[in-house]
C-alpha cells in the first residue's frame, strides 16, 4: 500500500455544515490538498494544540495520552486509508511493550487529533488521494467566476462532469475549500454511474 506523508495547512470553520469545520491536508512537496470535514471538537483540540496553549482542563485525547504514557505506549503514525461514501477511515499505529505495530481504527478528526497530540506523522494512502485530493497546479479553462471575496456556488443541475471540473479549478482558485470538498463528491458520484 503506497502512502504519502500530508501535512494540516488550513483549518476552517464549515460555512454550510453547521458545527463542522474543514481541515486542508496538504502533501509535503506537491500540490495536492485533501480538504476534509470535522467535527468542532476536534478541530478545537488541533487548533488549540497548534497554537501550543495548553487547556485548563484535559480533554479526551489527554485522557488517551496519559493513559498511553502510563503503559509506555506510543503512536508512531496516523494513516487515512480508506473513502467510502464520502466517509474517511482512518487509524492510528501504536507501538509499546505489548505489541508494536497495532493498528487502532478511528476517526479521521481522532488520528489528526493524535498526530497533533503526539508528534507523529499524518499519511493518506495513494488510493484516497487519487479519488479525493485536489491538485491546486492544474488549470482547467476558466468559464465560471470565482474569486477569493466570493464563495463558489454549486449549480443545481451541472452539464457534465467536465463542467464540475472546471467549478471545481475555480473553487480551488479562491481557496473555497468547502465548495471542493462538495464538488470532488459530486464528481465522484458521477464517475460512480
Known amino acids: 500500500m503506497n502512502k504519502v506523508e500530508v501535512k494540516i495547512e ?4 464549515a460555512k454550510s455544515q453547521v458545527g463542522s469545520y474543514v481541515i486542508v491536508l496538504t502533501e509535503l512537496n506537491s500540490s495536492r490538498k485533501l480538504p476534509i470535514i ?7 483540540f488541533i487548533a488549540v494544540r497548534m497554537e501550543g496553549i495548553k487547556s485548563p482542563r484535559p480533554m479526551t485525547q489527554d485522557l488517551f495520552k496519559t493513559l498511553t504514557d502510563a503503559y509506555s505506549i506510543d503512536v508512531q503514525e496516523v494513516m487515512i486509508h480508506n473513502l467510502m461514501e464520502g466517509v474517511f477511515y482512518a487509524k492510528m499505529t501504536t507501538s509499546g511493550p505489548i505489541e508494536d505495530g497495532l493498528d487502532i481504527e478511528c476517526t479521521v478528526g481522532d488520528a489528526i487529533s493524535m498526530a497533533v497530540l503526539y508528534g507523529c506523522p499524518i499519511y493518506v494512502t495513494e488510493e484516497v488521494m487519487a479519488l479525493a485530493s485536489m491538485d491546486t497546479n492544474t488549470k482547467a479553462p476558466t468559464t465560471y467566476v470565482a474569486s477569493k471575496k466570493k464563495t463558489t456556488s454549486i449549480r443545481k443541475k ?4 467536465e463542467t464540475l471540473d472546471k467549478m471545481l479549478n475555480d473553487a480551488l482558485e479562491a481557496e ?3 465548495t471542493a470538498v462538495q464538488l470532488r463528491d459530486k464528481i465522484t458520484k458521477l464517475k460512480k454511474v
Do not use: H, V
Open 38 to 44: 470535522i467535527k468542532a471538537a476536534d478541530a478545537q
Open 158 to 161: 451541472p452539464e457534465s462532469i
Open 10 to 13: 488550513i483549518l476552517s470553520y
Open 176 to 178: 473555497d475549500y468547502e
